[in-house]
């Protein structure tokens, strides 16, 4: 579904990334791991269409080339995005904010049908659509964002870090719910903070480090690899990792 080629990001004289690949298949999580400022955000923007990319980057989706395009037309072509931070609009409640995520064309006319889906996956929002969002935990407002996108109705979803500034009950709440979604076909690319908890979901992750991807395989061998244990797991070992059934 999607795929990256060569992606490069220039802020100014800083190349924030370059030559990144990658590629996220159908009901598949890939995770995108590198400390703070490796640029993976970066990545995830420039896919979106929120950040212009360099000359050379291809990225398809769906076999159709959407570099270049506008980020409202990247949505319509099936790639959302939940940004760090959320975004979500709390004045507004729970209802009105999911029917925000149905404005692309692609979601028109099955709007009611998504909504079951994303109050099946999030049952939290179908008791409480009416209330502010701002009123609303940490937690249950990460479920706003993530139910919003997908009402857009798309093939990829990608999120920045969806468990900061959660609990780790919350986050693991999160996490089984990301499974659900990948089991429901759509496709996932995940940035993510927590290592342990991220490869314990994932079919694939990548290791970025400095703009530029330093390592790709399962999400299972990332897990065992004690050089990513050391960088990335706090350098316990791989059975600590905390289950998410």
């Given at each position: 579904?999607?795929?990256?080629?060569?992606?490069?990001?220039?802020?100014?004289?800083?190349?924030?990334?370059?030559?990144?690949?990658?590629h996220v298949g159908k009901g598949e999580i890939s995770v995108m791991l590198g400390a703070n400022g490796a640029g993976k955000s970066s990545l995830l923007k420039a896919v979106a269409g929120i950040v212009p990319s360099e000359p050379g980057t291809e990225i398809r989706m769906n076999g159709r080339v959407i570099s270049g395009l506008a980020a409202h037309l990247i949505?319509?072509?099936?790639?959302?995005?939940?940004?760090?931070?959320?975004?979500?609009?709390g004045e507004l409640t729970v209802e009105e904010n999911l029917a925000l995520g149905a404005f692309a064309k692609r979601a028109r006319g099955s709007e009611q049908s998504t909504l079951r889906l994303v109050h099946e996956l999030f049952p939290r929002l179908?008791?409480?659509?009416?209330?502010?969002?701002?009123?609303?935990?940490?937690?249950?407002?990460?479920?706003?964002?993530?139910?919003?996108?997908?009402?857009?109705?798309?093939?990829?979803?990608?999120?920045?870090?969806?468990?900061?500034g959660l609990s780790p009950l919350l986050s693991k709440e999160l996490f089984r719910s990301l499974k659900k979604i990948a089991a429901s076909g759509f496709g996932i690319l995940l940035v993510e903070q927590n290592a342990r908890l991220s490869l314990k979901i994932a079919d694939r992750g990548y290791l970025i480090e400095n703009g530029a991807i330093a390592g790709e395989d399962t999400a299972h061998n990332l897990r065992h690899n004690p050089?990513?244990?050391?960088?990335?797991?706090?350098?316990?070992?791989a059975d600590q990792t905390p289950a998410v059934s």
């Open positions: 579904m999607l795929e990256v080629s060569n992606l490069g990001v220039r802020y100014g004289r800083h190349m924030a990334l370059q030559g990144v690949s990658l949505v319509e072509h099936g790639i959302a995005l939940v940004p760090e931070g959320r975004g979500v609009f179908a008791e409480r659509k009416r209330q502010q969002v701002r009123t609303m935990s940490g937690g249950e407002q990460q479920m706003v964002a993530i139910g919003r996108a997908l009402m857009s109705m798309p093939d990829i979803l990608m999120l920045d870090e969806p468990s900061l050089a990513v244990i050391n960088a990335y797991l706090g350098g316990g070992g």
